[in-house]
């Protein structure tokens, strides 16, 4: 074995059994997350908790509490590992918010655990060595808001990932995954506003919202038999008004706009908006149409790092899925294609010991189960892995880099010919 080969391999062991060694308070820590369940941009106690346990529970962290938003924060250690070379940065994110009702049911708090381990994991194999080619800052962030608003995304605007190389987090999921096709979304609220009347004695003199919200309803659902198969349009009715006997004079929906790719998203939200405004003019309600501060595009991807995160993966029994179903249809979003799109990284989805589909209460139960713990800690040390190699090997850390800027290219000069990638492989 060569010498590098060797100081990798030992480095990449040192990485694993530190995370072995922290297995019992990075469980605890997500168990903290779990059982208190906290929505976007409220996610108070896990920002606390994580905060401390980074400059508490460990050492050698700085750590910055409430960084850009009120409920994210930054742990920043290095750069060690040497005296030699530039220095990379690594980051980990964490998620940790939860949803509405069903508590965890994504499993953010398995995201937090992972991030967390990774970068401990990581900081111990740097800190073992002086002989990296390359002086290493490890970062934690911790990015709130990805199931409604896009943490990241705000972050990104206050420059929160500037300076960083390359960006990793993990995903939960039903089974092992480098890649799956995340979606461009856009989020949409329509408000409809009518005239109240007694719904019997003059309803003539009532201007009806619920039949606006009804129509707008009726109408996307008209609309999905003409778009494409892998878009999608789904939403509520949140406010539908508040007594048979009154007229609604108010009423709001909520739909989630998405297609493959960030190209689509005008077209599908010119579609929806016809909707929206035709059933306001149909029915005489004044409409407001709000679409979300952010949107979520796709993730741009890394070859590089999705095949060093498998082979890592494998070297650690994963088994990766195969089934071409998975691999090729589109599930939901995330703000990490923002980020993507800035940093080179990858989100891999990994098993977490259930076949519960993800945002059910099931989901929810296996997410807080111990038997989610091996898998956990078995991608936090991929990812950390992962990072090691191309820390160890400039080449590698050059070839992430120039794929990525590659792929964004690509996909820039399509999006401003109207055209789009539609298969969304950058391999
Ligand atoms: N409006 C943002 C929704 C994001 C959400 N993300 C996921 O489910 C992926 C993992 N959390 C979605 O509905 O796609």
Redesign the pocket.
Known sequence: MCERAGLLAELKHGAGCRIDEAAEKLHRLSQDIWSCPELAYDERKAHDRLVAFFSQEEEGWKVDSHFKLDTAFRATWGPGGGDEGDVVSVAFLCEYDALPGIGHA?G?NLIAEVGAAAALGLKAAVEKSSKLPVRVQVTVLGTPA???G?GKIDMMKEDAFKGLDVVFMA?PSQEDAPYLP?VA?H?VTVKYHGKASHASAYPWEGINALDAAVLCYNNLSVLRQQIKPDWRIHGIIKHGGVKPNIIPAYTELEY?LRTPSRGELPVIKSKAEMCFRSAAMATGCEVEVEFAKNM?VNILRNATLEELYEKNGKDLGMEFTTDEEVLTNG????DFGNVSFAVPGIHPYFYIGSDAL??TEEYTVAAGDEKAQFYTLRTAKALAMTALDVLLRPDLLQRVKDEFTEAKLKEDRLLKDGQTDRTSKNK
């Open positions: 994504c953010h990805e199931e409604d896009g995903h995340c979304e989020d989630y979520f599930s939901g979003s995330t993800n945002h």
